[in-house]
């Protein structure tokens, strides 16, 4: 099959899984276009500074590390398509990945669409998003200097999260709905020396309060609920910041691949194969263990390699 947009590979999603994924495949002579997505770059690209990707000995940008992994791939010929991918028919080869405006081909797909924030699904938090609730601190930290800030969650995300927003804030509360934390002992260890951030456990937030009037929004405080006794306490805050995990990004494959009861992608252990073959899943998409940008690079490479071999051994 040819055509202008017909590919040997695409690659859907672009972070550290789709773009390693597209070194890989690059360099084995196989063009691939990778859709960028809604979030160029992924999640990498709204984090600040990466200290545990090895090869950076003093750390770097999530931003960063993430071009310098797109321009590595270009420099083999990947091709960055900045469109969203609508729907996929992996039903029959060659599969079909569409977007608003086209219709592409190819022979075999890489599933590399990472994971997304989660949010708490009360009412008054979808309200106040954006009005002092947000999912991504180092994108509105900025908005929220010498104000009062909550961060929701008991994981590393939360942690660095808290300990990020100490740049801006005067006072970082941590509220945790147990008395154990999922986070790493080292992760824990900085926030709780941290003298700006403060722990509430065994609490969480019940309601979120504001003004909603003549065209001003913004969160003024948060009714929180101790999970052990039922009691409430209204709390003023200015900002409150979710950091309680996410979810894999595969509404678009439904019904075509296999996903656990929490929609993560299913794939064969100890490679990245798919239900379907020819269609291979690395990164956040297929784990929800390890979730680190370390980790996907190291799928995304496990992927191009077995999309490689699959492609060599159908061809024969
Ligand atoms: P996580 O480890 O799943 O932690 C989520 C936290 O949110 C848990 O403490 C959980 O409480 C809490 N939570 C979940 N749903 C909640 C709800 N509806 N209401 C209130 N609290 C809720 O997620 P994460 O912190 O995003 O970390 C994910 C992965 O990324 C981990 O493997 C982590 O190590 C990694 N990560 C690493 C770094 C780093 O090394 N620099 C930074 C960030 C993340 P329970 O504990 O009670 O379940």
């Excluded at 931003?63 to 398509?81: C, H, N, T, V």
């Excluded at 028919?89 to 219709?103: G, L, Q």
């Excluded at 900025?142 to 800030?149: A, C, D, E, V, Y």
């Excluded at 403060?198 to 609490?203: A, I, P």
């Amino acid at each position: 099959m040819s055509g202008k947009n017909h590919h040997k590979v695409i690659i859907i999603g672009s972070g550290p899984a789709g773009l390693t994924a597209a070194v890989y495949a690059s360099r084995a002579n196989l063009n691939p276009i990778i859709f960028e997505g809604i979030q160029p770059g992924g999640q990498l690209t709204i984090t600040t500074e990466v200290e545990n990707f090895p090869g950076f000995e003093q750390g770097i940008q999530g931003p960063e590390l993430m071009d310098i992994m797109r321009k590595q791939a270009q420099r083999f010929g990947a091709k960055s398509l900045f469109k969203v991918v609508t729907s996929v028919d992996f039903s029959k080869r060659p599969f079909t990945v569409k977007t608003e405006d086209e219709t592409y081909t190819a022979d075999a797909i890489i599933v590399s669409t990472g994971a997304t924030a989660k949010l708490m699904g009360i009412p008054s938090e979808s309200k106040y998003m954006g009005y002092g609730v947000s999912a991504c601190a180092t994108c509105d930290g900025f908005f929220f200097r010498n104000l009062k800030i909550f961060v929701v969650g008991g994981g590393d995300s939360a942690m660095e999260e808290a300990n990020y927003l100490t740049r801006f804030a005067s006072e970082v509360t941590v509220i945790h709905r147990r008395e154990e934390f999922r986070a790493s002992k080292i992760m824990l260890e900085r926030a709780q020396k941290n003298p700006k951030i403060k722990f509430m456990l065994n609490t969480v937030i019940d309601e979120i309060l504001g003004v909603d009037e003549n065209g001003r929004k913004m969160v003024t405080s948060a009714r929180l609920k101790n999970t052990k006794d039922g009691s409430t306490e209204v709390v003023p805050v200015d900002g409150i910041f979710m950091a309680i995990g996410h979810k894999p990004n595969t509404e678009l494959f439904k019904g075509q691949l296999n996903m656990d009861e929490t929609g993560y992608l299913i794939v064969k252990p100890g490679s990245t194969y798919t239900n379907i073959e020819g269609v291979f899943a690395a990164g956040d998409v297929a784990d929800k263990t390890y979730r680190q940008a370390i980790t996907a690079s190291g799928t995304g490479a496990m992927a191009a390699i077995d999309a490689e071999r699959w492609l060599e051994s159908v061809q024969e």
